[in-house]
C-alpha cells in the first residue's frame, strides 16, 4: 500500500514562507514534511494539507495557506464568491489527467529548476507550472506575488527516481471549439456557485432543477474558489445543454486591502477598471466565449457610500468603456443597499458607459426583476427591457436530482441580441 497521504512524495523544497513574511524572512522553525510523488518539501506549522483522493468535496479555497494533493473532485463543500485575503496556496496533481484550465496561464518546465524569468502576467493571481521531469502539475494562489510558492518550487528535492516516461500535459490548444456566445434569450430562474459544477451536476439539474442559467466565476483577484474543471471544453458542453452562461469576474473590491482592495481615488479606480475588463477579456477568450458576451464585474456590498461611490462608479463606467472597446458587453452584479444607488445617481452623467445589464442582490425571496426589487425607481426606464437580473436569496444548498451544491439563486430576464451593436456609441 502506497504511504500516508500527508507524506506524500511531493514536489517542493526546504521552505514555504508563512504569508505575511518577506521574501528574505527565515522560514519557519517548525515545519511539517510532505512528499508526493517523488519530491518533498516543508510546510510551516500553520498549513492546511488536504488529501482530494480522500476528501474529493474538498473546496480548493484560495484564502487559507494551504497545500492541496491530487485532482480535484466535486467541490461540493464550496461557499462564496469574494475574498478580502489571498494566501499562497498550492496545488499538486499528476500531470496525467490534470484538466485544461484556460483561466489560468501554464509554463512548461523541461527541467529540475524554474525557469528565472518573470511568470506570465495572472489577473486571478494563479500560475501553473508542468513539471515534466516530476510528472507533476503545480498550481500555485498567491495574495501580493507569486515569488513565496515560486520559491518553494525551485528548491524542490527529489527523494524517488523520476518516472520514466512522464505524462503529457493538458493544456490549452490554440485551436478547439469555435467561439460562442453561450448566452441565448433567457428568462427565468439561474444560479451561481463558487466553482464551475461537475458535468454530472450540470446534467442532473439541467433535467430535475428549475435553472437555465448559470454564473460561473471566470476570474479576478479576489475570487474565493479555484476552478480546475473550467475549460473551454466546460463551456461548450453546457452552452450545448441550452444553458445561459453567466461569466462573472471578481475583480477589486470596495474595501481597504492592498491585494484585493479598490482604491479609493476615482482616477486609480478608472485604470484598475479597464484593467479589469482586459483580464476579463483574455480569461473569456481562452473560454471560447465570442465577442458580443456579456461579462459580470462582481462588486460586493459596502457601508461607507461617502468613500466608495465614486471609486465605484469610476470603475465600473471604466470596465464598460474597456468592454465595449474590445468588442464585448458590460454587467455589474452589485447590492441594492450600495452598488446600484451609486450607479442609478450618477446615470444621467456617463448613460453610455453605464453597465448593459444591471444585477442586483437583494435577497427579499422575490423571484422577479421588477423595478422595486432591482433598488429602482418605479417605472424607470433605466436598464429596462431584457437587461436586468435579481439575486433574491443568497448561499444555501440545493439538491436537484440527488445532488447538492451551495448556490445563489436568482432571476434573470437578460437578451444580449437586445442591447444593440457592441460599441461607445451602440448604447
Not at 514536489?11 to 519530491?39: H, N
Not at 484564502?63 to 494566501?87: I, K, M, S
Not at 518516472?163 to 439561474?190: I, L, N, S, W, Y
Not at 418605479?378 to 437587461?387: E, S
Amino acid at each position: 500500500m502506497a504511504p500516508i497521504r500527508t507524506l506524500l512524495s511531493g514536489l517542493l523544497g526546504t521552505a514555504l514562507l508563512i504569508p505575511g513574511t518577506s521574501a528574505g524572512a527565515a522560514p519557519a522553525a517548525e515545519a511539517q514534511t510532505v512528499d508526493y510523488r517523488g519530491l518533498r518539501l516543508a510546510l510551516p506549522a500553520d498549513w492546511r494539507v488536504v488529501d482530494l483522493d480522500r476528501n474529493p468535496d474538498a473546496c480548493l479555497r484560495l484564502d487559507l495557506p494551504t497545500l492541496y494533493l491530487g485532482h480535484a473532485g466535486t467541490q461540493a463543500e464550496c461557499t462564496g464568491r469574494a475574498v478580502a485575503g489571498r494566501a499562497d496556496t498550492l496545488h499538486l496533481e499528476p500531470l496525467d489527467g490534470a484538466p485544461e484550465r484556460a483561466d489560468v496561464p501554464t509554463v512548461d518546465v523541461d527541467s529540475r529548476s524554474l525557469p528565472r524569468e518573470v511568470p506570465p502576467r495572472s489577473d486571478s493571481n494563479e500560475l501553473r507550472y508542468a513539471l515534466h521531469r516530476s510528472g507533476i502539475m503545480a498550481t500555485v494562489s498567491y495574495g501580493a506575488t507569486p515569488d513565496g510558492v515560486r520559491r518553494v518550487l525551485a528548491r524542490a528535492r527529489a527523494v524517488a527516481p523520476a518516472p520514466a516516461r512522464p505524462p503529457v500535459v493538458a493544456v490549452p490548444a490554440t485551436g478547439g471549439p469555435k467561439p460562442r456566445t453561450a448566452q441565448d434569450p433567457f428568462k427565468g430562474e439561474g444560479f451561481d456557485a463558487c466553482t464551475a459544477p461537475t458535468q454530472k451536476t450540470m446534467d442532473a439539474w439541467r433535467a430535475a432543477s428549475p435553472f437555465g442559467a448559470i454564473g460561473v466565476y471566470i476570474g479576478g483577484r479576489a475570487r474565493a474558489c479555484a476552478q480546475p474543471r473550467l475549460t473551454a471544453r466546460w463551456v461548450e458542453r453546457q452552452a450545448a445543454a441550452g444553458w445561459h452562461l453567466m461569466p462573472i469576474w471578481v475583480g477589486p473590491q470596495p474595501w481597504h486591502h492592498a491585494g484585493t482592495g479598490l482604491s479609493t481615488d476615482p482616477s486609480e479606480a478608472n485604470a484598475q477598471g479597464r484593467e479589469a475588463a482586459e483580464g476579463a477579456v483574455d480569461a473569456a477568450r481562452s473560454l471560447r466565449l465570442a465577442e458580443g458576451t456579456v461579462l459580470y464585474n462582481d462588486l460586493e456590498n459596502y457601508t461607507d457610500r461617502a468613500t466608495w461611490d465614486a471609486p465605484v462608479v469610476a470603475y465600473l463606467t471604466a470596465w464598460t468603456d474597456r468592454l465595449h472597446e474590445l468588442g464585448f458587453r458590460s454587467a455589474a452584479y452589485v447590492s441594492v443597499s450600495s452598488g446600484v444607488k451609486a450607479l442609478k445617481a450618477h446615470y444621467h452623467q456617463a448613460p453610455h458607459a453605464m453597465p448593459d445589464v444591471l444585477w442586483s442582490a437583494r435577497w427579499n425571496l422575490s423571484a422577479t426583476v421588477g423595478d422595486a426589487d432591482m433598488g429602482l425607481a418605479k417605472g424607470t426606464a433605466k436598464w429596462a427591457g431584457p437587461r436586468r437580473a435579481h439575486q433574491f436569496r443568497g448561499d444555501h444548498k440545493a439538491t436537484y436530482g440527488g445532488v447538492g451544491l451551495t448556490i445563489d439563486r436568482s432571476w434573470v430576464d437578460v437578451n444580449p441580441a437586445a442591447l444593440g451593436p457592441v460599441g461607445r456609441k451602440g448604447f
